[in-house]
């Protein structure tokens, strides 16, 4: 069975830093970080791929970074110059293996980790 876990999500100030770990228990192609804020629907915060590197939304473009330790399975996300607009919970998310590159919507990913929040105070 599939597990993604995320952590290292919590409460700064704006301006402040954190970054998100997510610990899958297989290698992917694939990985992205998806965010949902109350009562809005979920967007796209960043994705990696083995075969053609990282991609950002606009809105966390040069804030935000994501990579990743292929002999843990690990994924991260340094979040930096956070600002309230970036409070959510955000979800570590996987392709499927046979799937070798990355895409920016929510339904081309199959499996999906538990959420670690993100609270940003002005």
């Known amino acids: 069975q599939v597990q993604l876990v995320e952590s290292g999500g919590g409460s700064v100030q704006t301006g402040g830093s954190l970054r998100l770990s997510c610990v899958a228990s297989?290698?992917?192609?694939?990985l992205g970080w998806f965010r949902q804020a109350p009562g809005k629907e979920r967007e796209f915060v960043s994705d990696i791929s083995s075969y053609d590197g990282a991609t950002y939304a606009d809105s966390v473009k040069g804030r935000f970074t994501i990579s990743q330790d292929n002999t843990k399975n690990t994924l991260y996300l340094q979040m930096s110059s956070l600002n309230p607009e970036d409070t959510a919970m955000y979800y570590c998310a996987a392709r499927g293996r046979h799937w070798a590159y990355c895409n920016s919507a929510s339904e081309a990913y199959t499996y999906w980790g538990q959420g670690t929040q993100v609270t940003v105070s002005s």
């Open positions: 297989r290698s992917f192609y694939c």
